[in-house]
T-cell receptor, first 113, second 114 residues
Framework: GAGVSQSPSNKVTEKGKDVELRCDPI?????LYWYRQSLGQGLEFLIY????????KSGLPSDRFSAERTGGSVSTLTIQRTQQEDSAVYLC???????????FGPGTRLLVL | AQTVTQSQPEMSVQEAETVTLSCTYD???????LFWYKQPPSRQMILVIR??????QNATENRFSVNFQKAAKSFSLKISDSQLGDAAMYFC???????????FGKGTLLTVNP
């Protein structure tokens, strides 16, 4: 069984551009999470998907951030009009259900110039 | 809101020695879970150990064990017989019983000296 995978591993973009980050959860895991890890803020929860339920978007920092999960599997986190403060490592995790242990992917390091 | 505090930004230990990383948390919930995750330079967050608050017995995973003091809201990680591969950033994390969000501490950078 493969673990959580994320792509790209690293992304450099210019301020104002849109970026898409991808997460492939562990097969069979119904819950998927996005976290952001930055020097100033540490690790912060962004969004949570559980099965076909409406996602919990309460951690998204602004309306420039959005995420979707297609077919209950792969998820894409989109950041529109990127700003320098968006530079961080974006971590994805999945779990068998919403109350089970979360397993993390290797993250995507985003640098906005 | 729950908070997790790791008071040691950095720690170092000699290979084969024992080191303890500290973590305290604040919560009003009675049902919750605590975790220690390890993040090496590869960035992959790896689960080290998990403790259910309702269990009085401290969790143990090989060389890793915790000292869970529920009344004091303390959850320290002890690493025995430290190895070079243990060098990493260690994060303490909290999750409420009916919640799914992890709340993390700021982390402790552990260096293992040969």
């Amino acid at each position: 069984g493969a673990g959580v995978s994320q792509s790209p591993s690293n992304k450099v973009t210019e301020k104002g551009k849109d970026v898409e980050l991808r997460c492939d959860p562990i097969s069979g895991h119904t819950a998927l999470y996005w976290y952001r890890q930055s020097l100033g803020q540490g690790l912060e929860f962004l969004i949570y998907f559980q099965g076909n339920s409406a996602p919990d978007k309460s951690g998204l920092p602004s309306d420039r951030f959005s995420a979707e999960r297609t077919g209950g599997s792969v998820s894409t986190l989109t950041i529109q009009r990127t700003q320098q403060e968006d530079s961080a490592v974006y971590l994805c995790a999945s779990s068998f259900s919403g109350v089970e242990t979360q397993y993390f992917g290797p993250g995507t390091r985003l640098l906005v110039l | 809101a729950q908070t997790v505090t790791q008071s040691q930004p950095e720690m170092s230990v000699q290979e084969a020695e024992t080191v303890t990383l500290s973590c305290t948390y604040d919560t009003s919930e009675s049902d919750y879970y605590l975790f220690w995750y390890k993040q090496p330079p590869s960035r992959q967050m790896i689960l080290v150990i998990r403790q259910e608050a309702y269990k009085q017995q401290n969790a143990t995973e090989n060389r890793f064990s915790v000292n869970f003091q529920k009344a004091a809201k303390s959850f320290s990680l002890k690493i025995s017989d430290s190895q070079l591969g243990d060098a990493a950033m260690y994060f303490c994390a909290y999750r409420g019983g009916s919640n799914y969000k992890l709340t993390f501490g700021k982390g402790t950078l552990l260096t293992v000296n040969p």
